[in-house]
């Protein structure tokens, strides 16, 4: 008999624990409450992404990279459409909402985990890193999605801020709630819901 464990759920729940934690944080200006408020922001969006991951192994019961990859596109929300495709369901649009916060909770998780030494670059033009954030798609994609801390708090980059710890573990939620009624099954963390639902601050 076989007994599978879906990770998928723990991620989705570590999301938002740290979603719900990083909006209690008391920012009294000193730099452990900034930093601990950056440990929570950065494992929600970590959780988020690792939710929409798991999600995508999980159903297709396989680590497959997707058949048809495209650069620049998430590889697990290539293969949650190419499951709904198999199913003769209607794909997720790139330009849909769904798919663009997913995408940037994806995109912002594998800047925070794979670093570039010239990511955070700040000055003039000709003095930043060519992969600075600052001035870049992604930031203008952040800036759209959730509100940034204010510029009086310091010790970490604004945009780790508690909306953005609420908004990507809602999109990830939001994306495959999507995915799971267009392949017409209940989600697999539907009977979670009551736990994974952040309110935004």
């Known amino acids: 008999m076989l007994l599978r464990s879906y990770f998928s759920l723990h991620h989705a729940q570590m999301a938002a624990y740290h979603a719900r934690t990083s909006r209690n944080l008391d920012l009294d200006g000193s730099e452990e409450a900034a930093i601990a ?15 929409i991951d798991a999600t995508a192994n999980e159903v297709a019961e396989n680590d497959a990279r997707p058949r048809n990859g495209a650069k620049g596109l998430p590889a697990s929300l290539l293969r949650l459409n190419e499951l709904l ?6 794909q997720v649009d790139h330009t849909d909402p769904l798919w663009m916060d997913a995408q940037t909770v994806i995109d912002l998780r594998n800047r925070l985990i794979h670093y570039k030494h010239d990511w955070l670059d700040m000055g003039t033009e000709n003095m930043v890193g060519e992969n600075s954030l600052y001035g870049s ?18 010790y970490i980059p604004r945009f780790l801020s508690p909306d953005c710890a609420a908004w990507a573990i809602n999109s990830a939620s939001a994306f495959l709630d999507e995915f799971f009624a267009r ?9 979670l819901r009551h736990r994974i639902e952040v309110e935004r601050p």
């Open 37 to 51: 408020l950056g440990a929570h922001v950065s494992a929600a969006v970590i959780s988020a992404g690792a939710f």
């Open 85 to 90: 495709e198999d199913a003769n369901a209607q």
């Open 137 to 154: 798609p992604l930031q203008s994609r952040l800036e759209a999605a959730f509100e940034f801390l204010p510029t009086t708090v310091h």
């Open 183 to 191: 392949l017409g099954r209940t989600a697999n963390h539907d009977h």
